[in-house]
């Protein structure tokens, strides 16, 4: 005869099945191909639709420009100047600089001669580089895969590695004010693989908690689906 599982038994293997699964579609989602084309068919319109918020946000950018988790392609507008790319994956790494990873993070001050995108493997919140080293630190929807404390921490460093009077940007997708006034929106980012959806709110409490002081911030919507950015901006003292 067979043994009855019991209930508990029972939930905790389909809680670990469902877990397991979702893990297989993020590993998939780590190729860079994939993460692309995921990204247009999640959110439709997206591309032209947050271009005004970028032109806003990045029309002066020069210098230096350290680039926060910035996944395989460049995807916020090129500075005069050079972008440095800072992500855990080096298959994103080697896609964003054109095939190659650097080491050393002297190299940020003496660049190879037209090269315009340097590449360095780093979490966000131990980056490699020395205090004051860029005129702008950046990122693009990575804080939504980022943990409250690694979160902070990333912030800090991204301070941390900013000159005086350098910027900050921050962009990330939050939730809306009300979920059943954009249900899509709100779906799409409770099932987005990053597990840290924020609200506005949150996002500005964050922002305080790692530099204290005054944060410009700006809400627009990014896609067709009602899907809204959060951008938020720090110069730093």
């Known amino acids: 005869m067979k043994e009855k599982k019991e209930p508990d038994e029972f939930y905790s293997k389909k809680l670990e ?16 191909f994939v993460y692309k084309l995921a990204s247009i068919l999640l959110a439709p ?8 918020l970028h032109r806003k946000a990045f029309g002066q950018s020069s210098g230096r420009v350290l680039d926060v ?8 507008p090129e500075p ?13 790494i080697h896609q964003y600089t054109g095939g190659f990873v650097d080491e050393d993070p002297q190299l940020i001050f003496t660049p190879p001669i037209s090269c315009r995108h340097l590449g360095f493997v780093a979490s966000a919140d131990k980056l490699p580089f020395a205090d004051g ?18 979160a902070l921490k990333a912030i800090k460093e991204m301070c941390r590695c900013v000159r ?15 979920a059943w006034t954009r249900p899509i929106a709100w779906l799409t980012l409770r099932l987005d693989r990053g597990r840290y959806a924020r ?39």
């Open 80 to 92: 005069k100047g050079l972008i440095v790319g800072v992500d855990v994956n080096p298959a994103y």
């Open 164 to 178: 005086s009077g350098g910027r900050i940007v921050i962009l990330d997708a939050v939730f809306p004010v009300k």
């Open 199 to 237: 609200s506005q709110e949150d996002m500005l409490e964050l922002a305080q908690k790692s530099c204290p002081g005054s944060w410009d911030w700006e809400r627009r919507t990014t896609t067709y689906t009602g899907q809204e950015f959060l951008c938020m901006q720090y110069i730093k003292e």
């Open 45 to 52: 319109g997206g591309y032209h639709l947050i271009k005004p």
């Open 133 to 150: 080293s860029f005129d702008e630190a950046r990122s693009n929807a990575i804080f939504h895969h980022l943990p409250d404390d690694v």
């Open 17 to 32: 099945n469902e877990k397991e699964m979702f893990n297989r579609i993020y590993r998939i989602l780590e190729i860079p």
């Open 69 to 76: 988790g910035c996944g395989p392609t460049l995807n916020t």
